[in-house]
């Protein structure tokens, strides 16, 4: 695949927020980002339980063709359903999220494409981790999953059609459906694109976000980090 990778110094540099929280409640620091994620959010259609909820914090940018994206996510889950990672959406219809996911007292590498209705797959992280590295691929139509503990060894976890739009959204989510919020973090964030031309396709208006500025340090209400492996 053919580099134009993330700047390494700012890998967040031009993205955007949908749902943006609070300027108060995310930061980035060092190529990192925290996020301390809002209660009573989620990213979810129809299936099983009847609703559509899509008000989850959501850090992207458009990306053109095949790519690669990869980062590093862990966090204090121990609320049900909390959940955080890697979200690449087509339009509100049609996306794809992976990442961690707190369900019946553990944490899992979660997985969910929606067309119209979501679907989810889980597969237990080990040894009650709370961390854990992802990487989606996407060619073509097709995506594909993979998790590692370590960041060297991966196990593909799901192969999808997704969608052939040409232009993507690709970023990073956190979601607290039932609990109180919870802090999540972002490390080692990349995109590798594969050059490719397509006309963008007009979205419409995007509401409630803003576009990340480098504006200086902004804590958390605590920075001080628990002990999450």
């Not at 679907?119 to 590692?148: E, H, N, T």
Request: aromatic fraction near 14%.
């Amino acid at each position: 695949m053919a580099a134009a990778e993330t700047d390494p110094s700012d890998p967040f540099k031009g993205m955007k927020w949908i749902n943006a929280p609070k300027r108060s409640k995310w930061d980035i620091t060092d190529g990192r980002l925290k996020l301390s994620v809002p209660s009573q959010t989620d990213l979810w259609r129809g299936t099983k339980f009847g609703f559509t909820k899509e008000n989850a914090p959501y850090f992207f940018k458009k990306i053109s063709g095949d790519f690669q994206v990869t980062c590093h996510i862990k966090g204090k889950f121990d609320q049900l359903y909390d959940q955080g990672g890697i979200l690449i959406q087509a339009s509100k219809t049609v996306y794809l999220k992976c990442g961690i996911e707190y369900f019946k007292d553990q944490c899992y590498a979660s997985t969910c494409v929606t067309k119209e209705n979501s679907d989810w797959s889980l597969m237990p992280l080990p040894d009650k981790a709370k961390q854990a590295w992802f990487v989606i691929k996407r060619i073509g139509d097709c995506v594909q999953v993979y998790s590692s503990q370590d960041g060297v060894i991966y196990n593909q976890v799901r192969l999808a059609v997704l969608t052939d739009e040409p232009i993507l959204k690709v970023g990073l989510f956190g979601a607290c459906p039932q609990g109180t919020g919870f802090k999540i973090y972002f490390e080692h964030f990349s995109i590798e694109e594969e050059s490719g031309e397509g006309e963008e396709e007009d979205w419409g208006e995007e509401e409630d976000y803003g576009e990340y500025e480098d504006e200086g340090e902004f804590a958390l209400e605590s920075d001080e980090e628990e002990n999450l492996d």
